[in-house]
């Protein structure tokens, strides 16, 4: 490893940027990708084909909320980056917060903006019982896996059995179904993946046909901009929460919380990791959820987002509020200190970026998308047998 | 008489240095004026939880462990948990550093209503 990382570091000193040492390593922390992949021992599930195959027909399945007209899809469109292309999510109502891809969510460690869950299956319950999205109920859900035949039939095949007289059981089993299709979601190899590999190797031509204004955004990236102090591994997230400046007041008088309730929530949740439903027997899935602290500085904190196919889930931000990259950018060019929490990190300061530092830094971002558009569609028959 | 008044002393001082030994491979080993502090994490990884194993001489009455980021002025997202584990020594879990950087691991010691503070800085990729 030593020696590839000297090869590496003498090739890139070729080229018109000098990688340092530290640059090599730090580049190279940014993958492999696609990342090795385990399943999810607090899904039962987890990676069964039957499980998937009912996971991605409950997920464009509108009869899952109340009144039959919103799916999963609604915000989550494939087409759109599995995301709505709003400032704030609508299902059957205006949200407070923008939807998030959910490409690559089965590396996450908590999920949702404010992390409330701490696993997949769990997260996939929360918009169906949200009035403003799907508006269901655990009754309603189950009601629709024993009724419909197809589904019933589908249910046996995946869980052994049929489904049980507890409406909060069947529910926690539909969400297993949505996450095992979930984790099936991963975007692909981007330019930035075959530079880091390039790299990491020490070959010339690969790493030519990187452009070098992505060269340099890069070099920020990881350099001044300091952005892998948050952006951290395959996925570009270190999976945790900050407070970036952004305002958190949805409307005079009303206020986003973040992950101060965000972990009140999920302590509170009889879905977490620590209640019944948790397949691990070991529990040692729940380690986060036993040990997660809550602290007044978390009041205002969203979660770092993956920056894998950034380019194409605009608007940003936990409110949808900045349109652009370029915006972006910005923001974290010019962020006042003053708006971020007195008690809090110290993080942030402003990145002062020139004109060129910034279309750099977009060029780099705009590298790590695949292109999207991997997913079809498919026609779903009722054909279980 | 003077070489068997040597021989009690070390007698004395045995239990606490052999307290302070962490059996099981390479350990840090941290001094302040009353304690000792002997530990070892598993490999530090960002974003990954892990344990402390450590030994603390004389045995105090309670004994906490923290890390934090001096120059981020943040600490961890998670709070660990200390359970002792007889003799002295005691096993943190549930600590993850969540950023690559500098941190600093704190063993905060109290006995006798005083509160003793013993650090090490770590760099975590």
Redesign the interface.
């Known amino acids: 490893m030593r020696r590839a990382l000297l090869v590496a570091v003498l090739a890139a000193a070729q080229t018109a940027f000098a990688f340092t040492g530290a640059e090599v390593?730090a580049v190279a922390?940014h993958g492999p990708w696609p990342p090795a992949l385990r399943p999810d021992p607090s899904n039962r599930v987890s990676g069964n084909r039957e499980a998937i195959e009912l996971g991605e027909r409950l997920f464009f399945e509108r009869r899952v909320s109340a009144g039959g007209g919103v799916s999963c899809s609604r915000c989550h469109v494939p087409e759109l980056n599995w995301t709505d292309g709003q400032a704030r999510a609508k299902g059957l109502a205006l949200t407070d917060r923008n939807t998030p891809s959910i490409l690559n969510v089965r590396l996450a460690?908590w999920f949702g903006l404010d992390g409330a869950q701490d696993s997949l299956w769990s997260q996939g319950i929360r918009p169906i019982l949200d009035p403003r999205e799907m508006g269901a109920s655990a009754a309603h859900v189950a009601k629709l896996v024993r009724e419909d035949v197809d589904y019933a039939c589908r249910y046996r095949k995946v869980f052994g059995t049929t489904p049980p007289a507890s409406d909060e059981a069947v529910l926690a089993d539909v969400a297993k179904a949505l996450a095992a299709f979930q984790e099936t979601l991963l975007s692909g190899r981007t330019p930035f993946d075959d530079f880091r590999d390039a790299l990491v190797r020490g070959d010339q031509t690969g790493m030519s046909r990187y452009p070098e204004a992505a060269k340099r955004g890069l070099q920020i990236f990881i350099g001044k901009g300091s952005c892998?102090?948050?952006h951290?591994?395959p996925a570009f997230t270190?999976?945790?929460?900050h407070d970036t400046g952004i305002p958190f007041f949805i409307e005079p008088g009303r206020v986003d919380p973040g992950r101060y309730e965000g972990i009140k929530k999920l302590l509170a949740s009889r879905f977490n990791l620590l209640g019944p439903y948790n397949d691990d027997a070991t529990r040692a899935t729940a380690?986060?959820t036993?040990?997660?602290?809550l602290e007044h500085?978390n009041f205002g904190e969203f979660k770092t987002p993956s920056l894998r196919n950034l380019a194409l889930t605009a608007p940003y931000m936990h409110n949808g509020g900045l349109a652009t990259l370029r915006a972006v950018v910005d923001h974290y060019s010019t962020i006042s200190p003053d708006r971020l929490h007195s008690d809090?990190?110290?993080?942030l300061k402003p990145l002062r970026l020139s004109e060129e530092e910034s279309r750099d830094l977009v060029a780099f971002l705009d590298s790590l998308s695949d292109g999207g558009g991997a997913y079809r569609r498919k026609a779903f028959t009722a054909d279980c047998r | 008489m003077r070489r068997w008044f040597i021989g009690l002393a070390l007698l004395a001082a045995a239990p606490a240095a052999l307290a302070c030994e962490l059996a099981g491979g390479p350990a840090q080993t941290l001094k302040s004026n009353t304690y000792t502090v002997v530990y070892r994490t598993g490999p530090l990884r960002t974003g990954e939880h892990f344990a402390v194993d450590f030994a603390v001489c004389p045995a105090p009455e309670s004994v906490r462990v923290d890390a934090w980021m001096p120059e981020h002025r943040h600490g961890m997202n998670y709070r660990p948990e200390v359970r002792a584990q007889g003799g002295g020594r005691y096993r943190a879990e549930g600590l993850m550093l969540h950023m690559a950087g500098s941190w600093e691991f704190v063993f905060e010691v109290r006995s006798g209503g005083k509160t003793e503070r013993l650090t090490h800085r770590v760099q975590v990729e």
């Open positions: 390593r922390a460690r892998n102090f948050c951290t591994g270190n999976g945790e929460f380690t986060g036993r040990h997660v602290a500085r809090g990190e110290a993080i």
